[in-house]
């Protein structure tokens, strides 16, 4: 073979190996594109997933806070918390302490003068929180929980007169007084929400020996549904 058939032949060789390898960079590449085409392909798909799952969480954030909108304006659950600071003769300090099986019943009158009655659940809680200062605790729930519940919020505002009754506590409990005047707190919890913290009335012994009293109460319940809309959010 002469000198320039090797030449030649090299030059072929050279030619060949260069298209081949041109080849296989080229394959390489499109596997590799292809690779990155199916990852960004996936990656996409899973962006979607998460874009239609947030979207549905959305969609179920809004459904409950329309719900809770309109629970907003109804009755679900009314609590009437009751406080009497009695001032006594020196007594050992105790803590609270629950006494059961004797009920009572407190009254609120609208406009109206229609009654709703609320009631304890048959207890009662006292404390000497001082050597001369007791407390009487009371929890009362609408005592036919059908007449408010469901109803709408602005029923409240037309309470007008409270009714107590502590008689039969008062000789239970054997107070002895050193005065003859007594402060009744009063707190009301609407949905878990206090909505009213009045200022005390002063009761005197004359009227808790008498029985049932009553206060007029025309500025504790104005605008409860402004202020239950306040506190809820």
């Given at each position: 073979?002469?000198?320039?058939?090797?030449?030649?032949?090299?030059?072929?060789?050279?030619?060949?190996?260069?298209?081949?390898?041109?080849?296989?960079?080229?394959?390489?590449?499109?596997?590799?594109?292809?690779?990155k085409?199916?990852?960004?392909?996936?990656?996409?798909?899973?962006?979607?997933?998460?874009?239609?799952?947030?979207?549905?969480?959305?969609?179920?954030?809004d459904?409950?806070?329309?719900?809770?909108?309109?629970?907003l304006?109804?009755?679900?659950?009314?609590?009437i918390?009751?406080?009497?600071?009695?001032?006594?003769?020196p007594?050992?300090?105790?803590?609270?302490?629950?006494?059961?099986?004797?009920?009572?019943?407190?009254?609120?009158?609208?406009?109206?003068?229609?009654?709703?009655?609320?009631?304890?659940?048959?207890?009662?809680?006292?404390?000497?929180?001082?050597?001369?200062?007791?407390?009487?605790?009371?929890?009362y729930?609408?005592?036919?929980?059908?007449v408010?519940?469901?109803?709408?919020?602005?029923?409240?505002?037309n309470?007008?007169?409270?009714g107590?009754d502590?008689k039969?506590?008062?000789?239970?409990?054997?107070?002895?007084?050193?005065?003859?005047?007594?402060?009744?707190?009063?707190?009301l919890?609407?949905?878990?929400?206090?909505?009213?913290?009045s200022?005390?009335?002063?009761?005197?012994?004359?009227?808790?020996?008498?029985?049932?009293?009553?206060?007029?109460?025309?500025q504790?319940?104005?605008?409860?549904?402004?202020?239950?809309?306040?506190?809820?959010?």
């Amino acid at each position: 073979m002469s000198t320039k058939t090797i030449i030649e032949l090299g030059i072929l060789f050279l030619v060949v190996g260069g298209a081949i390898g041109q080849y296989v960079i080229q394959k390489y590449d499109q596997k590799v594109s292809s690779k990155k085409n199916e990852k960004m392909s996936l990656e996409i798909n899973v962006l979607n997933k998460d874009v239609d799952t947030l979207t549905q969480v959305i969609d179920d954030k809004d459904k409950i806070i329309t719900s809770l909108e309109k629970k907003l304006n109804v009755i679900n659950s009314l609590n009437i918390f009751v406080k009497i600071k009695i001032k006594t003769q020196p007594s050992e300090i105790t803590p609270k302490q629950t006494s059961t099986g004797l009920q009572n019943i407190l009254g609120l009158f609208t406009n109206d003068s229609t009654r709703y009655r609320f009631a304890t659940n048959f207890q009662f809680s006292t404390e000497q929180k001082k050597s001369d200062t007791k407390y009487i605790y009371f929890e009362y729930l609408p005592e036919d929980p059908k007449v408010l519940y469901s109803k709408s919020i602005e029923l409240l505002e037309n309470f007008s007169t409270i009714g107590f009754d502590f008689k039969n506590i008062f000789k239970r409990l054997k107070i002895i007084s050193s005065n003859s005047v007594y402060e009744i707190s009063l707190s009301l919890v609407l949905n878990g929400v206090e909505i009213v913290n009045s200022d005390k009335f002063v009761v005197t012994h004359e009227q808790i020996n008498s029985g049932t009293f009553s206060y007029e109460i025309p500025q504790l319940f104005k605008g409860v549904n402004e202020k239950y809309t306040e506190n809820f959010r």
